[in-house]
């Protein structure tokens, strides 16, 4: 158990440091990496300070190495237009992001599941070809087209829900259900065709053959197992929602993380947008590593092979 | 599902079936008639439609998508408001007219969806065969590095990308940049099957005749993952265009004054706030037909090509 969790985490480990020599270079590899961390707009006198001091002029193994150990101790570097460390600004807007998310995931899971479930064990009704209708819709409608939809009908034409803006429950309606669709049509796809694979398995026959009520069959026996693809995949998406809502955000007026990457791009401030990126994968690998070791801990098979 | 469980439980029925078959030789076109039979034919009338409007949208656009429309104001409503059947649905906040920047809107998201799928499914596609058919260390190296690329979100990596590479190729910046941001889930999926055509007998057989790597990897691998490349990419397709729109309306896709689709609704945003909503609908309707008909197109190759969902 101990040399499955030390040997995921190496892995993990490889893949931020991958992840860090990527960001690292395709900064480098593109153009004058001073001119993109001062910002379009900077004057010559501005890219050459911050050149001087970004260490920019020192050789690529150096400037790696130095790279690595600030963000490893928590430095993303300074923000151009917050004029303050873009960690401070990430963790500043993170609680908004981590409500707007949650209130989303919450939907996704709460949709998307039992409607999964459902057009799984019931594929001939009409309920299967609604759920199937609008798990298409999810996935092919983008978000952007789905907020603006809403703002339209309950706030311009209804004035039920106000157009933007946090800080009560009613601005949460508008955002949450414009990022949570797509997730809830991921889940529900997912859920469908996992819970399909495990209902022909034999101990779903066996089951079935003793006579136990269909619904612990499909409750208990397969739901279980069905979960195990939907809720890892459901910790990704979490972290995700985290970090993308850039659209929807900005849309609302929502002050999160994604709020804060639009202003990164509309301002051309690079340190910041970079700053997400790399909290953004650190998050996903983080979550990636829980999985599977909490995976690990209630499935003996899956610790023990290789 | 019924002709596979017949002919491979009784070879009788097996038989006979042969026997039909050879009787009556199939016509070309009667097999492209079954291979069809249960296309999704609403799909392909939708990509077809955009196509011929993309192909002839100089032909079809009433007005030049980049220049105000001589003589109008700007922000009109349809024509069924203004009685105005020049512009028919109306003008956008420079006096361009809507329908033609819609038209010509087609071009780019098909051009930039297809190129966007087709330079993330070649980078793939070749990381995938080498990782999978070579193995060992180089497998190793380029899997991890896919992990790598793959931990960070979608939008927000395509957006890192947009600021570095900033627009200087114009539209296949957007094109680059997609390509860069999808290749890697061909590239696990891919090295997946490869893995194991690598130890099927008519790979072994080749290692044997003495075939070098790179022919094995171009006539025997490669045309086995063919299926799966095809369904990946007709999956992609979709998800390419929604990425494009979204970095469109944040303007960092298309350059304006392009008539991007995205972009269309990001300037629309102010009129419906005045409860104007056709400026949005006419962009937001293509883009979700057009994704829709790509993913309806998609789900239905992915349980044709894959022989354990095939249903005929």
């Known amino acids: 158990m101990i040399a499955f969790v030390l040997r995921r985490m190496a892995a993990s480990v490889v893949t931020l440091l991958l992840l860090s020599v990527t960001i690292f270079l395709l900064v480098r590899a593109t153009g004058d990496p001073a001119r993109v961390y001062a910002g379009a707009e900077a004057s010559e006198e501005e890219v050459a300070a911050v050149r001087e001091d970004f260490g920019l002029d020192r050789p690529l193994p150096v400037q790696y190495a130095s790279f690595v150990t600030d963000t490893v101790k928590g430095d993303l570097g300074h923000s151009i237009q917050f004029r303050q460390p873009v960690f401070e600004v990430y963790m500043d807007r993170l609680p908004r992001s981590l409500i707007l998310a949650t209130v989303a995931f919450g939907l996704s899971l709460v949709i998307g599941i039992p409607a999964g479930v459902l057009s799984a064990v019931r594929p001939g009704r009409w309920s299967a070809g609604v759920f199937r209708a609008v798990a298409l819709t999810g996935v092919s409608v983008p978000n952007f087209v789905i907020a603006t939809t809403l703002i339209l009908v309950f706030a311009v034409k209804l004035r039920w829900l106000p157009t933007s803006g946090s800080g009560s429950i009613k601005q949460l309606v508008m955002p949450s259900i414009a990022l949570g669709w797509y997730f809830a049509a991921a889940m529900m796809r997912l859920t469908q065709s996992s819970m399909l694979e495990v209902m022909r398995g034999e101990y779903v026959k066996l089951a079935r053959l003793k006579g136990v009520p269909e619904w612990i069959v499909i409750g208990k026996h397969a739901l279980k197992n069905a979960l195990i693809p939907v809720l890892t995949l459901a910790g990704v998406n979490f972290v995700v929602m985290v970090n993308v809502a850039v659209v929807i955000e900005q849309i609302f007026a929502w002050p999160g993380i994604g709020d804060l990457v639009y202003q990164g791009i509309t301002l051309r401030d690079f340190p910041l947008v970079q700053g997400v990126v790399l909290m953004a994968g650190f998050m996903v690998v983080a979550v990636n590593l829980i999985v599977d070791v909490v995976y690990a801990v209630l499935d003996p098979r899956i610790r023990l092979e290789r | ?312």
């Open chain 2, 1 to 312: 599902m019924a002709v596979i469980a017949t002919r491979s439980t009784t070879t009788d029925s097996a038989d006979q079936a042969d026997d039909e078959a050879g009787r009556r030789p199939r016509p070309p076109w009667g097999r492209l008639r079954v291979l069809l039979a249960d296309a999704p034919t609403g799909a392909i009338v939708i990509i077809a439609a955009l196509a011929v409007v993309a192909v002839f949208a100089p032909w079809l656009a009433p007005h030049d998508p980049l220049q105000p429309v001589p003589g109008a104001l700007s922000t009109t409503g349809p024509a069924w408001e203004t009685g105005n059947w020049d512009s028919v649905l109306g003008t956008d906040f420079q006096g361009r007219d809507i329908l033609s920047r819609v038209i010509y809107g087609t071009r780019i998201s098909l051009a930039v969806g297809l190129a966007g799928t087709l330079v993330a499914g070649s980078l793939g596609l070749a990381v995938g065969v080498v990782a999978g058919y070579l193995g060992g260390l180089v497998d190793q190296v380029l899997m991890r590095i896919v992990d790598a690329w793959l931990a960070i979100p979608a939008l927000i990596f395509a957006v890192f990308l947009a600021m570095v590479f900033g627009n200087r190729l114009g539209i296949w910046s957007i094109v680059i940049i997609l390509g860069a941001v999808f290749w890697t889930r061909y590239a696990r999926v891919l090295r997946g099957e490869v893995l194991s055509l690598r130890e099927r007998d008519f790979v072994r057989l080749a290692q044997v005749a003495g075939a070098s790597r790179w022919r094995i990897m171009r006539r025997h691998i490669i045309p086995n993952v063919a299926n799966t490349w095809m369904v990946l990419a007709s999956l992609t397709v979709g998800v390419v265009i929604i990425l494009e729109a979204s970095l469109s309306f944040l303007g960092i896709g298309v350059p304006p004054p392009a008539p991007a689709w995205g972009s269309m609704i990001a300037e629309a945003r102010i009129p419906l706030m005045a409860g104007k909503w056709l400026p949005v609908a006419a962009p937001a309707v293509p883009i979700a037909l057009t994704v829709f008909a790509f993913n309806l197109l998609g789900d239905w190759l992915r349980i044709r090509l894959d022989p354990t969902q095939r249903n005929l």
